[in-house]
């Protein structure tokens, strides 16, 4: 034992020290990490069982990507002191906080070292009665720890919809929560971040210190810096000392398709009149789901004021025959972990957006209907068992667009400028085998093409595609328009003159 480790000891110290014309680069990275005092022994190397369990906690297992080493900064100091490391040695990275972007690549690099801001039980998480500090941190956080820890005060912030969802990629891709119609996306209620920037200074962005930095932030995502801190603006439940929420989803088998696509759009058109009460729909096929043909139709309700059956949601009550009710008043946690889905699949994820037209939504199922036949005919129902393809559709409104204190990167207004609503579309495709993985990736990309296509025909198509939600063949930055590029290249100019996130980080969508 004492021998084998006197090697051990004698292999680090070479890789460290001896000249890096003996070392690969892989090695380098990780021993430069490594030699670092205090990073030392949050550097997780592939013959570690920290390391599986990083790389099994990803939502997606096609995400899991494996690094050359993981590095995992407590503080923001630690991570400052990761960058040096890394732009000195000029590593190739990744970033990663909660781990629920879904394709490969997106927040895991194999040809690199990954920066990992997720652990499960990070330090850095605090909290503060009116604005919270969050961690970049660890799955659940947005949903269970902040969720929770809130609650006794009486406010909320705008987390997912699942109590899953990471904080970090949520925040700065965007982030479409139960209060998005009321209070915007997520990260227009971001009113400090805290980054560490290229050159490894650590600084704030807020609209009076940094404020290209704070809107660059505000959708850009991992582009001009590593963000280890969120200061939001919290939001004040109904009744602060019975903080509760009313929600839940209706089920109704697929002949109920028309009357749900109808209220759908009638009620995207009028959610303005009742910001509070928020909805989108999913159409879903899962081999021996408990619906007849395996399909079920599931519409969320969700009134963040905790109002009982609001007449806004009238029309969904009078479709005839719904299966299953969850409709009840509870906490956002309690509803939110019902949102959660299955993780430890393979996933497509493709998005598109449209004007709210039926038209559009209709020739969407129809698709939906021939991706499910596509995998019907190609891989069998029964062959894979985590095999599904479901169609989300989720309203966009004036208010999701411009809500929130300040402005975001997104360029959502310029399509709802004159007040009209759309549709976004979201395909998931899952598997279990990875050997269905490309099949999948074919089904979902020609389907996203062809409603393109459809949608541009009738000049229906916005063409802005979520970057939360797309996949690594679709190019958000690009569809956000001009402006958007623009600010973000002067950002990243002005805060990463070496280009060091463009170039040296692989993971997610760069600016074009
Ligand atoms: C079950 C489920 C439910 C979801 N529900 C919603 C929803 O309700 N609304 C919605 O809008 N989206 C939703 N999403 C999509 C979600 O917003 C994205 O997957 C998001 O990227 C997840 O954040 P994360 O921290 O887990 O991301 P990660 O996968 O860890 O990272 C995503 C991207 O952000 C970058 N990044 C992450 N942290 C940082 C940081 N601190 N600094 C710089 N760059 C960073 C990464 O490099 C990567 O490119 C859902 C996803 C899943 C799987
Ligand atoms: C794991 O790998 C690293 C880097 O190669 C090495 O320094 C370390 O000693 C190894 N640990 C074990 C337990 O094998
Ligand atoms: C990190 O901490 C060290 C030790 O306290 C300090 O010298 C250094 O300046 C800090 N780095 C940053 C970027 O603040
Ligand atoms: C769907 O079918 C069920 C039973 O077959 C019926 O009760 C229900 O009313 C139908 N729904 C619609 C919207 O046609
Ligand atoms: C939350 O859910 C748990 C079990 O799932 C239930 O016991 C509890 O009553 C719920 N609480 C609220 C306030 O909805």
Excluded at 85 to 113: K, L, M, W, Y
Excluded at 228 to 249: C, H, K, Q, V
Excluded at 379 to 406: C, V
Aim: glycine content about 8%; overall charge negative.
């Amino acid at each position: 034992m004492k021998t084998l480790s006197l090697i051990w000891a004698a292999a680090c110290w070479i890789a460290a020290h001896a000249s890096a014309r003996y070392a690969s680069q892989s090695v380098q990275c990780c021993a430069a990490l490594s030699s670092n005092p205090v990073l030392h022994d949050k550097v997780y190397y592939p013959n570690s069982t920290a390391y599986a369990q990083r790389i099994a906690d990803y939502w997606s297992v096609n995400a899991a990507l494996k690094p050359w080493c993981m590095i995992l900064p407590l503080t923001a100091n630690e991570t400052s002191q990761v960058v040096q490391v890394i732009t000195r040695n000029q590593c190739p990275f990744g970033i990663r906080s909660g781990g629920h972007a879904v394709f490969a690549g997106s927040s895991s690099t194999d040809e690199g070292v990954t920066i990992d801001l997720g652990p499960k039980d990070s330090s850095m998480a605090r909290h503060t009665t009116r604005i919270p500090n969050l961690p970049p941190s660890a799955r659940a956080a947005l949903g269970a720890s902040v969720y929770e820890a809130l609650e006794p005060h009486g406010v909320a912030v705008t987390g997912g919809r699942s109590a899953q969802v990471g904080v970090g990629g949520f925040l700065l891709g965007g982030g479409n929560s139960l209060f998005a119609h009321s209070y915007g996306l997520a990260c227009s209620n971001v009113v400090n971040f805290e980054v560490v920037l290229a050159d490894g200074s650590i600084v704030n962005a807020n609209a009076k210190e940094n404020s290209d930095l704070w809107l660059g932030l505000r959708g850009g995502s991992g582009n001009l810096g590593l963000a280890t801190r969120f200061d939001m603006r919290t939001i004040e439940y109904a009744d602060p000392s019975n903080p509760l929420i009313w929600g839940g989803g209706l089920f109704w088998p697929r002949n109920a398709t028309d009357a749900v696509v109808d209220v759908l759009v009638r009620f995207t058109d009028r959610i303005p009149d009742d910001p509070a009460s928020g909805s989108y729909c999913l159409f879903a096929w899962i081999p021996n789901y408990p619906f007849p043909e395996n399909m079920a139709i599931s519409c969320a309700l969700d009134n963040i004021r905790n109002e009982v059956a609001p007449a806004a949601y009238d029309g969904y009550f009078a479709i005839d025959g719904a299966m299953i009710s969850t409709l009840s008043s509870r906490t956002l946690l309690n509803r939110t972990i019902e949102g959660d889905a299955t993780d430890g699949l393979q996933n497509v994820w493709v998005t598109g957006s449209y004007s709210n037209d039926a038209r559009v939504v209709h020739f969407a199922l129809e698709k939906w209907q021939t991706v499910v036949q596509q995998i019907k005919d190609e891989i069998g129902e029964t062959d894979d068992e985590g095999i599904s393809a479901t169609l989300q559709l989720h309203p966009l409104t004036k208010p999701i667009a411009t809500n929130g204190d300040g402005p975001n990167l997104l360029g959502l207004e310029k399509h709802v400028a004159d007040g009209s609503a759309g549709i976004q579309t979201l395909l998931v495709l899952t598997a279990k085998k990875p050997e269905n993985w490309p099949a999948l990736e074919r089904f979902g990309q020609q389907f996203q093409a062809e409603v393109d296509a459809y949608a541009i025909e009738l000049g229906a198509n916005w063409g802005w595609k979520y970057s939360n939600y797309a996949d690594a063949s679709e190019n958000p930055f690009a569809t956000y328009g001009e402006e958007t590029v623009q600010k973000l290249r002067q950002a990243s100019q002005k805060y990463d003159p070496r280009g060091v996130f463009q170039n040296l980080r692989n993971t997610g969508f760069k600016i074009p």
